[in-house]
Nanobody, 121 residues
Framework: QVQLVESGGGLVQAGGSLRLSCAAS????????MGWYRQTPGKQRELVASITNTDNTNTADSVKGRFTISRDNAKNTVYLQMDSLKPEDTGVYYC???????????????WGQGTQVTVSS
């Protein structure tokens, strides 16, 4: 079984920074895409940023220039560096991974439990 565990959320003032981490564990043969989504009240879950196994990145327009996604292959961990945070960035941030499972030999999507980010004005 694969697990994704997020950390790094919290309360920060507008203009501040946070770094989210997502550590993957379990039987993993290959990561295809890893990403960060966020859920804000009254809105659908939206993609914030993603990174492929060839390090191609995609970042939502709303956070472009402020958020950076990266990964450490040796640690099976993906990061989201969030700078110049705004109150509208408040929400629950979820890590997602589309990966090739060693247990099933199939590419499957997994989700973390989510971590709260609150930006005060």
């Amino acid at each position: 079984q694969v697990q994704l565990v997020e950390s790094g959320g919290g309360l920060v003032q507008a203009g501040g920074s946070l770094r989210l981490s997502c550590a993957a564990s379990g039987s993993i043969l290959r990561f295809n895409i890893m990403g960060w989504y966020r859920q804000t009240p009254g809105k659908q879950r939206e993609l914030v940023a993603s990174i492929t196994n060839t390090d191609n990145t995609n970042t939502a327009d709303s956070v472009k220039g402020r958020f950076t996604i990266s990964r450490d292959n040796a640690k099976n961990t993906v990061y989201l560096q969030m700078d110049s945070l705004k109150p509208e960035d408040t929400g629950v941030y979820y890590c997602s991974a589309w990966l090739l499972s060693g247990a099933t030999s199939k590419s499957t999507s997994y989700w973390g439990q989510g971590t709260q980010v609150t930006v005060s004005s």
